[in-house]
Structure formats: C-alpha cells, structure tokens
C-alpha cells in the first residue's frame, strides 16, 4: 500500500512574495501473513449440519456416483503469496469421495464409488488449507463427518436351507396354541425397520401349524397320525417391515415318525463291569463288548446315541482304550 502527500504554499505579505514548496511522499505498507485460509461451505441440503469446526453430512447409500455432496469457497484475506492457497483432503484410508477443484477459490465434494451402509455406515475426513505465507505458513483444518443412511436394499435370508423335521406322532398338549416343533431363523442386514422380520405361513394345510410372527417357533396344532399322511410341507415367509418391504421363502419338510414306545436295553446285569486283558496285548484286542437295543422299528426312535466318560484317579496317565461303536440295525455293540 501507498500514500502520496503533496503540499504548496504561498502567502503574500504586502508586495512580497513568499513561496512554499513542499514535496511528496509515497508511503508502501507491507502485508503480513496475519490471516488464517477460510473455508465456507454452500449447502441447501438439510441432511448438513455444522458444529463449531465439525460438519455432520446424512447421506442415503443409494447415491448414484458423482452426486453432489457440498460445494465449498476457500479465501484469504492476505495479499500475495501469504494469500495464495492450496488446499486437498487430508485421510487416512480409502473414502468413496474426491475433491474437485473448479476454480482457484472454488470446490465441491462428490462421490467417485457407489456407498454401502452394509459394509462402511460412516466416514471421517478432513479439508486442510494451507497459505504461502513466508516464513510460516497458515492452515485451516475443516472436519468432515458423514453418516450413511440405510435404505431397504437387503433381502430377508434363511440361514437354513433343505429342511426336514420330525414328529412324533400322537403327541398330547393340553394349551390351544399347541406346541412348540421348530424354530426358522432369517436375518436382514438393514437397519430399523428395514431390518425388522416378520414371519408368517405361505400354506397350512387343515390349520395344522402356526407360526409366531416374531420369534418364527413353529408349533403343530393337533396329534399327527402317521397312517393318515407322513409328510407335511410348509412353507414360511420372512418380510422385513420396509418401504416398499422385500421377503424371501423357506420350505419345511415335516415327518411324521412312529410313537416313541421303547428306551434302549442294554445287556448289562450289574453297574460295575471288570474286564481283564493281557499285558503287551496287541493294539485293536477287544476287550469286551456290551449289546444294546431299541425295539423301536422307526428309524429314529430306534436309533441309538452311546456317552461315555473316562474316571481317572490320577489324571496324568494317558488312557490307552477307545471305545468303538458298531451299528447293526436296531441294536449297538460297544467294543473296547
């Protein structure tokens, strides 16, 4: 900066003429880097809201790519290199966004990948400012946070597939409601209400089953009778309670089984068995076998499940038996 100055004088005293010259001076003020970069941010957008040096940005995930998020102006108040600028967003990781210089001043963020509230919900970056300013610069950090919103693009999902159970048949219960058989779970990795399952029952043949709309246990509603039908096939729905709402299916297989009439008998006449055997007996010598049957002639109520557990008094020894089970029809035998 510059001031000129410029005085004349001239002051007349009777006949004599007095002259004043004065000259002038320019006066150079010199710029300090005394002003911080300014970052201001241009929005009509209601899902932008500012907090002292934070600004929280609600996107929906169903942003098309190079959608506009902000428009920003970036000035200087200083002169020269104290008011040139340069400025770019300061992250650590990937963020599906970019920063695009318009002008020297001007800017907008927009989105260069598609979001998915699914795999990242939200993103923290950074718009740093730095001047030219000699010998120290100055900078302006802005922080930028954004939240994805979810929308409804997920599908309920069966976490099972191919489905059968079994019934037993003349099952009694005593409640209106029946009683409980099965429980189908499907899960929804949207958020809310978009995430939110309801189940219901596509079929139900002669009302024979019901389904709780929330927890999805599916109860029977009266004593199956083998020799009528075997096979009951239902079909279940799970609809999440978006807008619109998406569902998918599940379909069950239930069998009807013979009444469980027999517990396993066991050829064991006493509850303490010693058996014997030779040392430096070679290794798969049996020992002694026990025989146990189910007289059950339903595949599953006939089938039988052996539990064993070692007793040791001293722990540190390796027990140098296994027990082996071999199945032959309704009956087990049990060698070691």
Known sequence: MHVNILFFSIFFFDYIYIYFFFSRVLINILDENDNYPIIDIYSNDD???KDLNIINIYLNESLEINSLILSLSIIDRDSGDNGRVTWKIDQISFIPFELIRLTENT????TKELLDR????????????????????KSTRLNIHIIILDINDNIPKF????????INEYVKFNYSYGYDIFQVHAEDFDQ?????IIYSLINNENNSFSIDSNTGIIRALKEFDRKQREIYILKIQAKDKGIPSLSSQQIINFKIINQ?????????????????????????????????????????????SIDYQWILE?????????????????????NI
Do not use: M
């Open 47 to 49: 899902n932008i809201q």
């Open 107 to 110: 800017g907008e963020l927009r």
């Open 118 to 137: 699914e795999l990242i919900s939200e993103y923290n970056l950074t718009i740093e400012a730095n001047d030219h300013g000699r010998p120290i610069s």
């Open 159 to 166: 976490k099972e597939n191919n489905i059968t159970v079994i």
């Open 192 to 196: 809310g209400i978009n995430g939110e």
């Open 260 to 304: 469980n009439q027999y517990s396993p008998i066991c050829d064991i006449k006493t509850k303490n068995i010693s058996w014997s055997i030779i040392e430096n007996s070679q290794i798969g010598t049996i020992i002694g076998n026990i025989s146990c049957l189910d007289e059950d002639i339903d595949q599953f109520n006939g089938q039988i």
């Open 314 to 334: 001293d722990k540190k020894h390796i027990i140098p038996f296994e027990i082996i089970t071999k199945k032959s029809n309704t009956s087990q035998v049990i």
